[in-house]
Nanobody, 115 residues
Framework: QVQLVESGGGLVQPGGSLRLSCAAS????????MGWHRQAPGKERELVAA???????TYADSTQGRFTISRDNGKSTINLQMNSLKPEDTAVYYC?????????WGQGTQVTVSS
């Protein structure tokens, strides 16, 4: 059974930092592209950052330079270090695993950036 369990969301002030984690199980983690997506109220879900099985990184223009994605194949986890957070980063953040025709999603974790 595939599981993606996110943690680390919460409320943070503008300019602050948060670290999201995603624990994966039920599939061959090291073979998958792993990513973080987010969805704000009334908006489409969008890619935040992704890391392929061989470590190639992709970032959204809005998060480049502020967010860092990493993976630990030994622990089947990915992390998203988010710095210099802005109110527009407020959204539900979802962990994603993708390979060929397989596409898995976590339940999401809320990130709210507000003073």
């Amino acid at each position: 059974q595939v599981q993606l369990v996110e943690s680390g969301g919460g409320l943070v002030q503008p300019g602050g930092s948060l670290r999201l984690s995603c624990a994966a199980s039920g599939f061959t983690f090291s073979a998958y592209t792993m990513g973080w997506h987010r969805q704000a109220p009334g908006k489409e879900r969008e890619l935040v950052a992704a890391i392929t099985d061989f470590g190639r990184l992709t970032y959204a223009d809005s998060t480049q330079g502020r967010f860092t994605i990493s993976r630990d194949n030994g622990k089947s986890t990915i992390n998203l270090q988010m710095n210099s957070l802005k109110p527009e980063d407020t959204a539900v953040y979802y962990c994603n695993a993708q390979r060929l025709w397989n596409n898995y999603w976590g339940q999401g974790t809320q990130v709210t950036v507000s003073s």
